[in-house]
């Protein structure tokens, strides 16, 4: 069932996507050569707690973690370790935040170091699909209507969406309904009405978008080993249009 939030959830909702932007721009400075991806989740938990807010990943569904911290082929969901970041990487940072009882989830996709032409088309097209989707996030139109423009933009780039996984409503609970495909059909899936809290996340592959699970068990990676990145924000639908929470 669709949740519709109300002008004051909304606000507190703002409040939180503001807590987990400020946090992902402190752990993005961090990201260099030497880093290890476990050490970026032990200081995304303590800068959430420093707002007086909750990791939103830290024992969902069993994870861990506060943070997920995915490389290279990795896509999502991956665990933070002792691997240590090197010159040429690129990881996908996926976090979220739980403030005042709501939620709020964001990712980026950074570059450790100098990486190739290749990997810094990939981290921009999956940034920009990430900005069309979200202006096709108003009343009237469909779910639908975000994933075709999202894979529509993506293919014409050559490159891979991810079928397997999704984007999703957010509010009391981490995921809730609809589901928001980042492929599909105009027109096609539930209609996109005023109050609507949802997660737009494009996950893109240089390669075929085929998944499967990454070695660390947890999380998923490309079955061509093709590198991968992941952009994501939580955006309020309002008459006005779509409004970017995580800001």
């Excluded at 894979?151 to 589901?179: A, M, S, T």
């Excluded at 080993?225 to 929470?245: M, Q, W």
Aim: aromatic content about 6%; proline content about 4%.
């Amino acid at each position: 069932m669709i949740t519709i939030k109300t002008d004051d959830e909304i606000k507190i909702m703002r409040e939180a996507g503001k807590i987990l932007a400020n946090v992902l721009k402190e752990i993005e400075k961090q990201i260099k050569p030497g880093v290890t991806t476990l050490e970026l989740d032990r200081a995304a938990e303590a800068l959430i707690l420093s707002y007086g807010a909750k990791p939103s990943f830290k024992g969902y569904e069993g994870f861990p973690y506060s943070l997920c911290a995915s490389v290279n082929e990795n896509i999502v969901h991956g665990y933070p370790s002792k691997y240590v970041l090197k010159d040429g990487d690129i990881i996908g940072l996926d976090l979220g935040v739980l403030y005042k009882g709501y939620n709020s989830d964001m990712a980026i996709t950074v570059p450790v170091g100098k990486v190739s032409f290749e990997a810094k088309r990939l981290i921009n097209t999956t940034k920009k699909a990430l900005r069309l989707g979200i202006k096709k996030a108003k009343v009237g139109n469909t779910v639908g209507d975000i994933g075709n423009t999202v894979q529509r933009f993506v293919e014409g780039q050559g490159y891979g969406i991810v079928r397997d996984l999704c984007g999703h409503g957010i509010g009391k609970n981490l995921h809730e309904d609809p589901k928001i495909p980042n492929f599909g059909k105009r027109g096609g899936g539930e209609k996109i009405v005023e109050g609507m809290v949802i997660c737009i996340e494009p996950m893109v592959t240089m390669g075929d978008w085929r998944l499967k699970k990454a070695d660390d068990g947890y999380g998923y990676s490309t079955k061509d080993n093709s590198l991968t990145a992941h952009f994501e924000h939580t955006i309020a639908v309002l008459k006005s249009g779509p409004v970017v929470l995580t800001e």
